[in-house]
Structure formats: C-alpha cells, structure tokens
C-alpha cells in the first residue's frame, strides 16, 4: 500500500543525489560563452568610448527625467548623439538575422523508456520510443509550412508515418488558413504536445488521445481556419476545420481519400483571459459519420463534445480534460455515449534550478455493453511520478502506475489491476 | 479513487504545501536597474500598449501590428538584463522554461521561428531600424534616435507605475 510512497521519495533523492554529482550543464557551458563574447564587445566599446572621450559630451537619457510623450521622447532621444564606432559587425550579424525565404527548421525528439509490471505475460525491458522529427519553414512573410514525421519501433521493422503536414497562410491574427494533416483540435492535450514526449511532463498520454488509440480521431485531414476573436479581457480564439475525418481503420484518418462522401467537422473556442496568464478553457464540437467494413458494413453517426479547463504555469501546472463520444447506428438507431476524462496536477519545485516536477494523474474511460464501434474496455488509471529536467533539453522520468480496467463484453471476467514501474529519458535536439 | 490513490495526492499535497512556504523570494528577483524600455520600429502603428497586450506578442499570440505587417520579436541574448526583466515581468519564466515555451510553440505549428537573439545593443538597433515591425527591449537610459518608445499600460520609463524595471 505504501509503495508509491516509497518509490516517490527514491526517486526524489535519486535526483538530488545525481544533480549532486553532475559538472556542468550545457547550459550554464552556454551562459558562460555567451558572457565571455558580452565581455570581449564591451571592452572594445569601453576602448572606442576612452579613445574618444575628451571630444565626448553625449548626454545620457535617463528614465528619470523621461518626457510625457512618446513623441517628446523620440525627439529627446534625437538629441543624442549617434555612436560612431565601427558598425561592420553590427551590419554583418544584421545581415545573417534577416528572414531569407524559405527558412528551414529542423527539431528532433526522441525517448528510451524502461517498464516493467506485474501483467502476466508481459517482460520487463527496455525500449525504444518514437524519434521524431519535426519541420518548420518560412515560404514567405506569410506563408509558413510545418511537418512532422515519426520513426516508430515494431518487433520486426520501423514504420514512418507523416503526423501532420501543413501549410498555413496568414492573413492576419483573426484569420488563418491551412490545409493537411494535422492534430484534430479535439481538447486540449492532441494539440498541445504532439509526439515529442519531452513536451509533455509525463511519460505517456491519458487514454483518450493515445497514439494508435481510438476514442478520439487523434488525426484529421482537410482544412482549418484559425485565429483570435477580439474580445477584449476574455482572450477568445477558435479553430473551425473540415476534413476527412476517421478512415477504414478507425485510428487512422483518411490519408489517402475519405472513405464515405460525409466530410467531418471540428470547431473549438478556447479562452487566455490576459488578466489570469497560465489560464486556458475550451470547448471543442467533432461530428463525423463512420463508416465501418467489418465484420459487417455498418454506418454511424458520430459526435464528440469536449471541454478542458488548464493551468500552464509549471508552479502549479493542471490539466484536467473530458471527452463525450456519442455514436448512433444509422440502420439500429441504437445509441452509445462514451465518457473519458482526465486530471493531471503537476508542480515543479523551487529548488535545484526548477528542474524537479512531481505529478499525479487520474484517468478514467467509460464504454458503455451498447457501444458497437469501440472494443476497449472501460480503464481507471492512476500515475504518480517525477520528471527531472537535466538541461533544458533533456529530462529524466520515472512513473508508477496503476490500471484497473474491466471487459465491456458480459461474461468476461474482470481483470486484475496492474501495478507498473516505468522509466523514461526524453529530449530534444 | 481508492485509498492508495488518496494518500499520494496528500503527499503530493503536503510537497507542494512545503515548496510554497520555502520559496526563496530572492528567486524570483534581480538587482534594481534603470526601467527597460519597449521600443519598436518608427514605423510600427502602435503607441501605447497595456502589459496584457505586450504579454501577448511575446507569447507570440500576437503575431501582426496590421495585415501587413508582422511582429518581428528581438530578445537579448542571455545573461543581458534586459533579458532577466522581460522573463521576469512578461513571461514569468525561467530561462528554461522559456526555451521550451518557444520549442512547444513552434512544434505546434503556432509560430514558424522563435524571437531572435541579438548580443549587443548596437545590433538590437541595427535590425530595429532596418526591420518593420520590429519590437524590442532595451535599458532606457540607452534609448537611441530612429525608434518610438512605447506606453505600457499609459506609463513610459521613468514614471513611478512603469511596470517593466
């Protein structure tokens, strides 16, 4: 009973222990060359500045005496002389920061992971996670295009899968237009971290957008149009797309063309109230018709209605998100509701640079006997762990879980809960 | 949720509990300096902006002055204290966090490029003068010709309410 109790405070001075023992981080490698170029620039200028110094008379502005206007202030600062010192470097660095077009971005993710539970038939391990691979370009001032593509392990080969593929114009903050693959903007976690598991202070999803997963459509074909509504102290902004919505395999979006001539729809309206900065909620309205090839050809109706309600800042971070999935065969008219939601409370501590976050995660997942389209079982899950930023980009996890979950079909007996151990080190490059 | 699952949120509880009231204030503070300015493009259609609003364009939720004009993001480089009062004031974030603000921000798709990093205040000039739309932060007491100084929340550097110091 005590065991996560345990585990949690392992772990805790297992962090502060490595952190002890580790020299320098990147970093800090970083800050210090930075300083060191700030150094070398100021002693040249400090050098220009005596050289000159008895013809010197510019007058300093100071915050103090600032003028009223913007205008005046303009003028004043008019009013002081020019540097006159070599600008070539200045000019050059200039030059190399100008957007040249198209600018490609190149980001990478990747994680190891090590597991282990207590699932009869199951080994202990450790395994690959997704390499990642994600594309960022400017076309021009306002056309911009974004990709990510993953490497994904499997028991006898790699599978490469093009996650999203978009290109966006922009005509202003109000109204953006893309077209592709992307993330349905179903909730809040399918777009706010994407594959990387860097990105996200957990080592895996919540059920309700697991990769592969299939209790809501994760990916979406066709366009959206994006942008801030003026709304003054309420921060509204909104998605609104259309697409293909879920294919033959009902995890997958049609890539290559829909497989029925109803296109799906999703629109979202989320809030950033400015005076609550960290604050976001949102609701989201998916409709779709489903189109399923075996064991018998059926149709439905689908509908997902979705609100989340976050707090981004690292101290506290809470995420908590719910999902409704309602499905109506078309022939039966036999109608299921599927409930999932979770709640995530992380806080990174003030200690050690920040770098430690301890998190708690409750999930749970309801498919009702009625549910036709879904086979999953209904799943309650609870996680606790701890994730150790190592630099800024690199960080180290370790998570217990415990899942319980229970056949949806009559007659099967319930299974006995998993206790799970697992470990990640994830990053970006 | 069963009792196991109880006891870890109130251990979790009584963690977070404890970072609170130890939390060193000094953390949270550098040294007092002179106010830093908002300075952007002589030619940038805007004077005066509430913090909110200038929160919102380094978060890159802002991305346009106008329909023509995009926001171009200059941020010193670490180290700078320029740098230290904008994470501090507007971002409220660690030098990490701000790293990984920018990463997740354009892996979303939400921005094509991160703000860019200048090194010195001669070349935060340089492109503050050559770029439309530029906007960027510098120490008053350094303000140059050629650019407009902006209001923040109706209060330029110098006066007592001026947020950014």
Redesign the interface.
Known sequence: ??R??WI?AVLILTANASRGQSPSTP?QT??IK??L??VQ?LEKRLAEVESRLPASSTP?????????K?EA??AR????Q??E?D?A???V??QQ???HYP?L?I?GFGDVDFSATDQKGTNSGFNLGQLDL?L???LS??I?Y?A?ITFNAHPTDYTVEVE?S?I?Y????YFKLSFGRYHTPIGYWN??F?H?AW?ETTIDRPFIVKVGGTFTPVHFVGLLAEG?IPSGGL?LSYNVGVGNGRGEVISRPGDAGDINNNRAWVAKLYA?P??L?GLELGASFYQDKITLVTPTAQDFREWIASAYLVWT????EFLAEFDNVHHRNILTNQVANNDAFYVQ?A?R???L???LK?Y?R?EYAHMPLSEQVFTHFDQGE?I?GLRY?I???AAFKSEYR?TKSQPGVLGLLAQPAINGLFFQTDF?F | MNATSKRVVIILWTILWLSVALHSPSSAQTSRGADIAVVVNADTPVTDLSLSEVRKVLLGERQYWNSKLPVVLLIRAPVARERDVVLRVIYQMSEAQFKQYWVAKIFRAEAASPPRIVYSNDMQYELLTALPGAIAFVDSRNVRPGVKVLRVDGHLPGDREYPLR
């Open positions: 009973m005590h996560p109790l949690l970093d970083e800050q930075t300083l170029e700030r620039q300093v502005l100071s915050a103090a005496n600032a003028p009223a913007p202030y303009e600062a008019s009013a002081v020019a540097h010192h600008q470097e200045p000019k660095a200039t920061l100008e957007t600018s971005q980001r994600h960022a370009s400017a001032q306002k911009s974004f990510e999203r978009i966006r922009d005509y202003n903050d777009t706010a994407h990387g990105l801030n921060g950033r400015p005076k900065y800042k690292g101290a506290p409370f806080y501590l003030p200690w640079e920040r770098s301890p708690y409750f609870s606790v930023d630099s800024s980009y415990y970006t």
